[in-house]
């Protein structure tokens, strides 16, 4: 079937604004994950989904960054009043289980704040 | 705290020389460890991990937990084998700590 799909591919925003980024799993993948790239960076870990509960959210950098998941399916990043410091490219992951160790990755979204 | 250290962001080997990617990690439980590969254009994707103690595409990892390594090797590099390599850790809460990343280049 089809892998994790992640829209927009590329969003600029101008910093300020607010910017929502979605994350299509893969049907019946009941854990998601979203990471942070920076640029020549490593990924860091914002947060994960088991099911629609994030149970921790410890890894969100600010409070102006939240997540939220529904239907056990599709799950937004919103970061509110966006910040250069914020451009990175977003990725989302997903996998059958929280106990399964392999992720399927998107192809992320590259957002860019000017 | 958790942290993966690759130290060598760049190298370069011949086809069919060793290679040996690094890793090193530093965690106060009982570490996952885990290798991501991303070819060029393709996503990001698990190439192996210790628990399962396998080898995929003929690399494979061994977790020295006295040395806090999991270096990846394979004894004769492939073309194919130019990519971008990640070490990875997931936490007991279910967290995953990425290094840096390696980019490896195969010369031919």
């Known amino acids: 079937g089809a892998g994790v799909s992640q829209s927009p591919s590329n969003k600029v925003t101008e910093k300020g604004k607010d910017v929502e980024l979605r994350c299509d799993p893969i049907?019946?993948?009941?854990?998601l994950y979203w990471y942070r790239q920076r640029l020549g960076q490593g990924l860091e870990f914002l947060i994960y989904f088991q099911g629609n509960s994030a149970p921790d959210k410890s890894g969100l950098p600010s409070d102006r960054f939240s997540a939220e998941r529904t239907g056990e399916s599709v799950s937004t990043l919103t970061i509110q009043r966006t910040q250069q410091e914020d451009s990175a490219v977003y990725l989302c992951a997903s996998s059958l289980a929280l106990q399964t160790y392999e992720q399927y990755f998107g192809p992320g979204t590259r957002l860019t704040v000017t | 705290a958790q942290r993966v250290t690759q130290p060598e962001k760049l190298l370069s080997v011949f086809k069919g020389a060793p290679v040996e990617l690094k890793c090193n990690y530093s965690?106060?439980?009982?570490?996952?460890l885990f290798w991501y590969v991303q070819y060029s254009r393709q996503r990001l994707q698990l190439l192996l991990r210790h628990i399962s103690r396998e080898s995929i595409k003929g690399f494979t990892a061994d977790l020295n937990k006295g040395e806090t390594s999991f270096h990846l090797k394979k004894p004769f590099a492939q073309e194919e084998d130019s990519a971008m390599y990640y070490c990875?850790?997931?936490?007991?809460?279910?967290?995953?700590?990425f290094g840096t990343g390696t980019s490896l280049t195969v010369i031919p």
């Open positions: 049907s019946g993948h009941t854990a």
């Open positions: 990875a850790l997931r936490s007991t809460g279910n967290q995953f700590y």
């Open positions: 965690y106060s439980g009982s570490p996952e």
